[in-house]
């Protein structure tokens, strides 16, 4: 799916609660450096502490990243994908002594409707690890995190 089909009809909501997903450029296995991938937690991390969003969950995987996250009154979805991916980009860049590109240009993201289970969208979130094989248990995953854990 292109970049532009995948905006069309992209609205963000105040209050509204988003399952993101965005993916590194040409897939590279970037986030399997600890150091990366914890510099992607600490953006994040950054802009739920200024407020950009409020963190529900989140998995780094390889090669991409899964967050639920929900929208304040000062950011919409864009954005806060476009910070985002700028921040953590320079941070990447700097640390690889290189520059280019990072993350792909698009992002997919689902809004949860109200009958949506947070919870259960958040388990498959932290879950993600197990399913591709890269462990035998969640707790020893060291990229993810939860509200409700």
Do not use: C
Request: glycine share 4%; hydrophobic share 40%.
């Amino acid at each position: 799916m292109s970049y532009n089909n995948l905006q069309k009809g992209r609205f963000s909501e105040v209050g509204r609660i988003y399952f993101v997903t965005t993916v590194t450029y040409k897939r590279e296995k970037l986030f399997s450096d600890f150091t990366l991938a914890r510099t992607i937690i600490n953006t994040m991390k950054r802009l739920h502490n200024d407020d950009y969003v409020d963190s529900h969950s989140w998995v780094v995987m390889p090669d991409h990243l899964h967050w639920l996250l929900q929208l304040n009154d000062k950011h919409d979805l864009p954005s806060v994908m476009k910070s985002f991916k700028a921040i953590s980009a320079r941070s990447v860049n700097q640390y690889l002594n290189r520059q280019g590109q990072v993350w792909q240009k698009a992002y997919f993201d689902r809004s949860l409707r109200q009958e949506d289970d947070v919870k259960q969208v958040s388990r498959y979130i932290v879950a993600n690890p197990l399913r591709a094989g890269l462990i035998e248990n969640i707790g020893d995953y060291p990229h993810w995190d939860a509200v409700w854990l």
